[in-house]
């Protein structure tokens, strides 16, 4: 996520519930960060409308595998509407973390083959190198683009936010106009 961040700079990030958003909440809090707090799977549905009310900003939605798998019907409305200026990192640990580490089903599936299908430009990452070879061509792209990247579980937990859920909200709309 740091590298992410490191490209994101104060472009908007729509963050899925969970662990995604403590991390960021944790790694790098901004004005600019909308946390997603307890509705799984619809940080993408959100991040499309930023995207598509604000064409001059790159919008980052920052998303997990079982987040995604919650809500696969957003990267069909994502891939018709192609909105330029959408980025869509998902990150993909194979388990539902922050409700206990229950696996999901993204190995049973070709999730790259998904995306191609709904006009995503797709990159699958495995690697740190090939994450930041990847977002170095960023600006070159035009969305929707879609990092896949391949992730640990992980071993420390970051605190839950701070921040009142109408004072998010609040902080991030001012941020965007």
């Known amino acids: 996520m740091e590298i992410i961040l490191n490209y994101a700079k104060a472009h908007p990030i729509v963050s899925a519930n969970g662990f995604i958003s403590r991390d960021l909440f944790e ?25 598509l009310k604000n064409p001059k900003k790159t919008v980052f939605v ?10 696969l019907g957003s990267l069909v409305t994502i891939g018709s509407l192609k909105p330029k200026n959408f980025v869509h990192v998902i990150f993909d640990n194979n388990i539902h973390e922050s409700t206990g ?10 999730f790259k ?10 990159f699958q990452i495995t690697t740190k ?14 969305g929707p683009i879609l990092f896949h990247v391949k ?15 109408k004072t998010i909200r609040d902080r991030f709309t001012n941020s965007i106009r």
Do not use: W
Not at 102 to 110: A, C, D, E, F, V
Not at 153 to 160: G, H, L, Q, V
């Open 113 to 122: 083959k998904i995306c191609d299908a709904v006009n995503y430009k797709t």
């Open 129 to 142: 190198s090939k994450l930041i070879q990847s977002l170095k061509n960023l600006e070159k792209l035009s």
């Open 151 to 165: 992730i640990s579980s992980s071993k420390t937990k970051s605190k839950r936010m701070t921040i009142h859920p």
């Open 62 to 71: 920052f998303d997990g595998d079982g987040n995604i798998l919650m809500n």
């Open 101 to 110: 580490g229950q696996p999901t089903n993204i190995s049973k599936i070709n």
């Open 27 to 51: 790694i790098k809090d901004k004005k600019t960060n909308f946390y997603m707090i307890g509705s799984m799977g619809l940080a993408s549905s959100i991040g499309l409308g930023v995207a």
